[in-house]
């Protein structure tokens, strides 16, 4: 890869990185804390880059004026596939930038939700502490879960909980109201499901905040259990800033 | 641009700048009809997959080859010589714990630790920089304790484990290495025309290079959370000792830099913390873009002995180290 061309792949790569944190959809693949580390890196991949294309334009006009031959004389071939100039795999560099602009990939969804056979993170088996006061509580997606089927649901009982997640279709019929949990980033997802009764069919990947109350079922203790939430009200609403929890 | 002037004299050839920017205009003019192709939900999963390890990555990698590059150009390398010990037996140790302190790409560690012998150091003390460099400076070791929260004990398992690997290698080597087998060169990888333009393209070099392969790892996380069904996945990571074989198998195949490792490990939630660790030990110390470094650079006869022996010695303290703190 020639030298001029490793410069505006740098530039596209900060500048990609730039796009998404400019904005808020660099939530839909890592933590908010990532924000000043991303505008960082990405402002000196396009400094490198501005820099380094300088400098090829330069050494073109001086071997022009020269009329020596446009070559590298500061690298070699160490073992690594470099052509004239550069590592090969830094194509690849591309693949991301094409993705961003190009795919603009959005937050996990009911795809992801539906592929994950386990429901939650494992939460410890110690009794849970009472739900927070109001009515409706307002409850994670995950904490419901964890509550429900690792606590045999006994903070949940005679209590008006609210949540808000997005719909996965139930292939048994229904929909479950999901929402992913991101330990780093969305490559460590984990999602959360609760089987929704009583409610209108939707669209997969529709976000709703629901109103409802725990009913028993679904089983208890175990990583694949999906407890049971009777709904009183649902509204649809727009995916949150951060659609993760 | 700069479409280099000579090229008429030369006769025309299509260069890399005409690939890309035929590329680029192919991709513009046909982003309607290639959204449409991705507009399917286990691709569209996968591409989120993807550009969120490389995007959270990414800043690791670009601080790594900041400060790698600033050693390269402004840490002579007499110094390396006067701050290790005479005795070679001791110089490994200690060449070992200095890459905790010194953040090197595991791409350039290879070419140091070929300048470090070039200039008089010992092989073995330099070898053990060359393993423990890029497995526990303080970005790698920052970006797992990122990638593991609520894991601390994930970092100290890394760091016990890495150093150990690469002093023992060390001392192996120092008992049963040949130096025929070392042919070392000297260190003109990237040497600018001043110490700013030195760092300039090292930088430049090692994040092209380390971000391909991040690339290559955060493209094949995202197939196997798309493409692999999670019960054959989670067969797999039921068995203690395969999880361990099959996850310090695949560091070795995707070649992922060290800074970005630990979010690819971080992926595969289906693993126990053991394997990921073989993964996080393994990937900075043995992996294919490395020994074709290694024997690009020492010999081809050097990577066919140092390269498995350092496998099966990682594998080994990864099993006992995470048999000890992470279970």
């Given at each position: 890869?020639r030298?001029?061309v490793?410069?505006?792949?740098?530039?596209l790569?900060?500048g990609?990185?730039?796009?998404?944190?400019i904005g808020?959809?660099?939530?839909n693949?890592?933590?908010?804390?990532?924000?000043?580390?991303?505008?960082?890196?990405?402002?000196?991949?396009?400094?490198?880059?501005?820099?380094?294309?300088?400098?090829?334009?330069?050494?073109?006009?001086?071997?022009?004026?020269?009329?020596?031959?446009?070559d590298?004389?500061?690298?070699h071939?160490?073992?690594?596939?470099?052509?004239?100039?550069?590592p090969?795999a830094?194509?690849?560099?591309?693949?991301p930038v094409?993705?961003?602009f190009?795919?603009?990939?959005?937050?996990?969804g009911?795809?992801a939700a539906?592929?994950d056979?386990n429901n939650?993170?494992p939460t410890?088996?110690?009794?849970?502490p009472?739900?927070?006061?109001?009515?409706?509580?307002?409850?994670?997606?995950?904490?419901?879960?964890?509550r429900a089927?690792?606590?045999d649901g006994?903070t949940?009982?005679?209590?008006?909980?609210?949540m808000?997640?997005?719909?996965?279709?139930?292939?048994?019929?229904?929909?479950?109201?999901?929402r992913?949990?991101?330990?780093?980033?969305?490559?460590?997802?984990?999602?959360?499901k609760?089987k929704?009764?009583n409610?209108?069919?939707?669209?997969?990947?529709?976000?709703?905040?629901?109103?409802?109350?725990?009913v028993?079922?679904?089983?208890?203790?175990t990583?694949t259990?999906?407890p049971?939430i009777?709904?009183?009200d649902?509204?649809?609403?727009?995916?949150p800033?951060n659609?993760?929890? | 641009?700069?479409?280099?002037?000579?090229?008429?004299?030369?006769?025309?050839?299509?260069g890399?700048?005409?690939?890309?920017?035929?590329?680029?205009?192919?991709?513009?003019v046909?982003?309607r009809?290639?959204v449409?192709?991705?507009?399917?939900?286990?691709?569209q999963?996968?591409?989120?997959?993807f550009?969120?390890?490389?995007?959270?990555?990414?800043?690791?990698?670009?601080l790594g080859v900041?400060?790698?590059?600033?050693i390269?150009?402004?840490?002579?390398a007499?110094?390396?010589?006067?701050?290790?010990?005479?005795?070679?037996?001791l110089a490994?140790?200690?060449?070992?714990?200095a890459?905790?302190v010194?953040?090197?790409?595991?791409?350039?560690?290879?070419?140091?630790?070929?300048?470090?012998m070039s200039?008089?150091v010992?092989?073995a003390?330099?070898?053990?920089?060359?393993?423990?460099?890029?497995?526990?400076?303080?970005?790698?070791?920052?970006s797992?304790?990122?990638?593991?929260?609520g894991?601390p004990?994930?970092?100290?398992?890394?760091?016990?484990?890495?150093?150990?690997?690469a002093?023992i290698?060390g001392?192996?080597?120092?008992?049963f290495g040949?130096?025929?087998?070392?042919?070392i060169?000297?260190?003109?990888?990237?040497v600018?025309?001043?110490?700013?333009?030195t760092?300039?393209l090292t930088a430049?070099?090692d994040f092209?290079?380390?971000?391909?392969?991040?690339?290559?790892?955060?493209l094949?996380?995202?197939?196997l959370?798309?493409?692999v069904?999670?019960?054959?996945l989670l067969?797999?990571?039921d068995q203690?000792?395969?999880?361990?074989?099959?996850?310090?198998?695949?560091?070795?195949?995707?070649?992922?830099?060290?800074?970005?490792?630990?979010f690819?490990?971080?992926?595969?939630?289906?693993?126990s913390?053991?394997?990921?660790?073989?993964?996080l030990?393994?990937?900075?110390?043995?992996?294919?873009k490395l020994?074709?470094?290694?024997?690009?650079?020492?010999s081809?006869?050097?990577?066919?002995?140092?390269?498995?022996?350092t496998?099966?010695?990682a594998?080994?303290f990864?099993?006992?180290?995470?048999?000890?703190?992470?279970?």
């Open positions: 890869m030298r001029d490793q410069a505006i792949v740098l530039i790569v900060g990609a990185v730039l796009r998404i944190t808020d959809t660099f939530l693949y890592v933590q908010e804390p990532m924000r000043p580390w991303l505008l960082l890196s990405g402002g000196i991949l396009v400094v490198l880059g501005v820099l380094a294309l300088i400098d090829s334009i330069r050494k073109g006009r001086a071997a022009d004026d020269e009329h020596t031959p446009h590298e004389p500061h690298e071939d160490d073992g690594h596939g470099h052509g004239a100039g550069g090969r830094a194509w690849l560099l591309l693949l094409l993705a961003i190009l795919i603009a990939p959005p937050a996990l009911a795809y539906a592929r056979v939650s993170a410890s088996e110690a009794k849970a009472p739900l927070p006061p109001g009515d409706p509580a307002q409850v994670t997606v995950a904490e419901y879960v964890g089927v690792w606590d006994l949940l009982v005679d209590r008006t909980v609210e808000t997640g997005f719909v996965t279709p139930d292939p048994e019929g229904g929909w479950w109201i999901s992913m949990a991101v330990a780093c980033c969305a490559a460590d997802a984990i999602a959360s609760v929704v009764l409610a209108p069919d939707l669209p997969a990947d529709t976000w709703v905040t629901i109103t409802g109350r725990w028993p079922g679904g089983g208890t203790k990583d259990a999906i049971l009777e709904v009183i649902l509204v649809e609403v727009p995916q800033r659609p993760y929890e | 641009m700069s479409a280099s002037p000579t090229r008429e004299s030369k006769g025309y050839r299509p890399s700048l005409e690939i890309l920017a035929i590329g680029l205009v192919v991709l513009i046909g982003q009809w290639l449409g192709l991705f507009d399917d939900p286990a691709l999963t996968g591409a989120t997959i550009v969120s390890i490389v995007v959270q990555a990414l800043p690791f990698l670009v900041v400060l790698s590059g600033a390269a150009a402004f840490v002579p007499s110094f390396w010589k006067k701050a290790l010990p005479k005795n070679p037996a490994v140790p200690v060449a070992g714990a890459g905790a010194l953040p090197g790409c595991e791409c350039a560690s290879v070419p140091v630790a070929n300048g470090l200039r008089g010992a092989p003390a330099a070898l053990a920089f060359l393993l423990s460099a890029p497995a526990i400076n303080p970005i790698v070791l920052a797992t304790f990122v990638a593991f929260p894991e004990m994930m970092v100290v398992a890394r760091f016990i484990a890495s150093l150990a690997t002093v290698m001392w192996l080597w120092l008992r040949k130096a025929k087998w070392l042919r060169g000297p260190r003109d990888h990237l600018g025309s001043s110490s700013w333009h760092f300039r430049t070099h092209l290079h380390a971000g391909g392969f991040l690339v290559i790892g955060g094949f996380a995202a197939a959370n798309v493409v069904p999670q019960e054959w067969a797999v990571a203690p000792i395969l999880s361990v074989l099959v996850l310090a198998g695949l560091a070795v195949l995707l070649s992922i830099c060290s800074e970005a490792d630990a690819v490990a971080a992926s595969l939630t289906e693993f913390l053991t394997a990921k660790l073989a993964f030990v393994v990937g900075p110390m043995v992996d294919l020994i074709s470094l290694q024997a690009g650079t020492f081809g006869k050097f990577a066919t002995r140092f390269a498995p022996a496998f099966v010695l594998v080994i990864s099993l006992l180290v995470g048999w000890w703190l992470l279970t």
